[in-house]
């Protein structure tokens, strides 16, 4: 009985490991999932279409995320770390010029992520089971992206008025984000986030 050569062996094992090919296909799975929900829509994005888009088969993808619902709430909580951790990486060294970060901020908010989770916000609302778990993720995600604006601002929130400018600079992101919706929004939202870096600037000081 012959044993199997190393050429033979070679040919039979994997290059990349089978755990890292599974990492891979998860993360190719949730940036689809992320891309159609913000294209398409909830109706629009179906476990199939993103399959297809992230170039695995239907099986695969049930594989990873058993129902539509665990993949789409994964898929935006996934790309809500992905863009806090490069909002970071922005200003490796911290604090950094207020304004600068106003905008970086907004520009969190204006991106297709923002577009992915309005939709998911619509879905969840007339879905129970998605709505528990799409509240539970947006606080979590709502409470990062503070920390991460008290940090990069230097904030001092024992100072009266600024949690509220902090929190008030956020919400008005995600409004900016909402009215860039529709339309093309840019030319308003420079001037609002330009007096916006006026207002953070003298309430921090």
């Given amino acids: 009985m012959g044993g199997v050569s190393a050429t033979e062996h070679a040919a039979r094992?994997?290059?990349?490991?089978?755990?890292?090919?599974?990492?891979?296909?998860?993360?190719?799975?949730?940036?689809?999932?992320?891309?159609?929900?913000?294209?398409?829509?909830?109706?629009?994005?179906?476990?199939?279409?993103?399959?297809?888009?992230?170039?695995?088969?239907?099986?695969?993808?049930?594989?990873?995320?058993?129902?539509?619902?665990?993949?789409?709430?994964?898929a935006v909580e996934y790309v809500a770390e992905e863009r806090s951790t490069a909002l970071r990486d922005l200003f490796p060294d911290g604090p950094a010029d207020r304004r600068a970060v106003v905008e970086a901020l907004v520009g969190?908010?204006?991106?297709?992520?923002?577009?992915?989770?309005?939709h998911l916000w619509v879905a969840a609302s007339n879905e129970d089971q998605l709505r528990a778990r799409v509240t539970e993720l947006e606080a979590r995600v709502g409470?990062?992206?503070?920390?991460?604006?008290?940090?990069?601002?230097?904030?001092?929130?024992?100072?009266p008025g600024v949690r509220e400018t902090v929190q008030g600079l956020l919400d008005m992101a995600r409004g900016l984000g909402l009215a860039n919706l529709l339309t093309d929004d840019t030319a308003r939202r420079e001037r609002v986030v330009a007096q916006w870096g006026t207002i953070v600037e003298q309430t921090l000081g």
């Fill in 13 to 74: 094992t994997p290059h990349v490991p089978k755990q890292d090919r599974s990492r891979a296909t998860r993360q190719r799975l949730l940036a689809a999932a992320v891309a159609c929900l913000a294209e398409h829509g909830w109706a629009g994005s179906t476990v199939s279409v993103v399959a297809e888009r992230a170039g695995v088969s239907r099986g695969a993808a049930q594989h990873h995320f058993p129902t539509r619902e665990d993949l789409f709430t994964a």
């Fill in 108 to 118: 969190l908010y204006t991106g297709p992520l923002f577009r992915a989770a309005l």
């Fill in 143 to 159: 409470r990062e992206s503070h920390r991460i604006a008290v940090d990069l601002l230097g904030a001092d929130e024992s100072r």
